[in-house]
């Protein structure tokens, strides 16, 4: 079987009518047959797409020949099934939700990979923040980050308070693949911190670089494949919360109500039915008696 090709992108460059784009853009990858989910807004483009080699090869080229986007980064990475279902064009408000505005022209300098590893080497008084998630985090992180306990990155700035007494401290923050460091560095030094760094192109970058040395666990991303490995080895930090094994299968919950990315090996995830605990477990069971109860009504 063919491999299928992932592609993740994005760049900051203004995009006058978000909303004729969408429409363009989604009738040209329906053309290409790829799947993916693209978010656009007048801040720029945010995507991730599958599919087979050539179908990406032409999305890619296709997708450099218009002006705003020919220096454009794809960040890429194989599988063996298409992690989208379908094929969306979004228009937003940004694309990526601070919430905030903030200058991207002035945002925290930029380290290669290579540069980010070497200030890990050299140690001294550093702070290496994760702009992510903290179900992301969870999973995968730099060794001694520090992890915002942060469910959406509209809480990012909650960040201040975690960090509020390193202001004149040199601070080297990452996030998947450099999205969100982009606004979230600009954030920062916009708030008073003098010496502010983002890993380019993010953990997925640097994982093709630097295997196996400074990262621990695996990555989070936002496809149906939920984790992506960067070690070579199947590298687990994580736990199943019914039992406690070393596992880092995520899944949503199944209750709906609830859908919280749960942890759970294969033996709980069949004996709680894929719920995160025994209250959802009861609920989701519950609405689905209900729901046959109702089919043999009608
Ligand atoms: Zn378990
Ligand atoms: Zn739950």
């Known amino acids: 079987m063919e491999k299928t090709h992932i592609l993740l992108f994005y760049k900051y460059v203004k995009v006058e009518d978000p909303t004729k784009f969408a429409k363009e853009h989604l009738s040209f990858c329906k053309n290409l047959g790829i799947k993916g989910r693209i978010l656009v807004a007048q801040e720029g483009i945010n995507g991730s797409i599958s599919g087979i080699k050539s179908q990406v090869e032409d999305y890619k080229r296709e997708l450099r020949e218009d002006k705003r986007f020919e220096d454009i980064i794809f960040k890429e990475d194989l599988g063996f099934q298409h992690p989208f279902k379908r094929m969306v064009v979004k228009v937003k408000n940004e694309i990526v939700n601070l919430g905030q505005k903030v200058d991207l022209k002035d945002t925290g300098k930029h380290l290669s990979p290579a540069e980010f590893l070497e200030i890990y080497k050299n140690g001294g008084d550093v702070v290496v923040l994760d702009a992510r998630n903290d179900y992301e985090s969870k999973v995968g992180k730099f060794k001694n980050a ?99 094994v070393l596992c880092d299968l995520y899944r949503n919950c199944s209750n709906k109500d609830c859908d919280k990315y749960t942890i759970l090996c294969v033996e709980c995830e069949r004996k709680l039915g894929g719920c995160c605990s025994q209250s959802c477990f009861q609920k989701f069971m519950k609405e689905r008696m209900e729901k046959a109860n109702l089919n043999m009504e009608n």
């Open 146 to 244: 520090i992890t915002p306990d942060i469910k959406t990155f509209r809480e990012f700035p909650k960040v201040l308070d975690l960090i509020k007494d390193k202001k004149e401290k040199k601070i080297v923050m990452y996030c998947t693949g450099g999205i969100r460091c982009e606004k979230a560095s600009a954030y920062l030094k916009e708030n008073g911190f003098k010496d502010v760094s983002q890993l380019s192109g993010g953990i997925l970058t640097f994982g093709k670089e630097f295997p196996d040395t400074i990262w621990e666990g695996k990555c989070f991303v936002f496809d149906k494949r939920l984790t992506s490995r960067i070690n070579s080895d199947n590298d687990t930090i994580t736990h199943c919360e019914g039992c406690g």
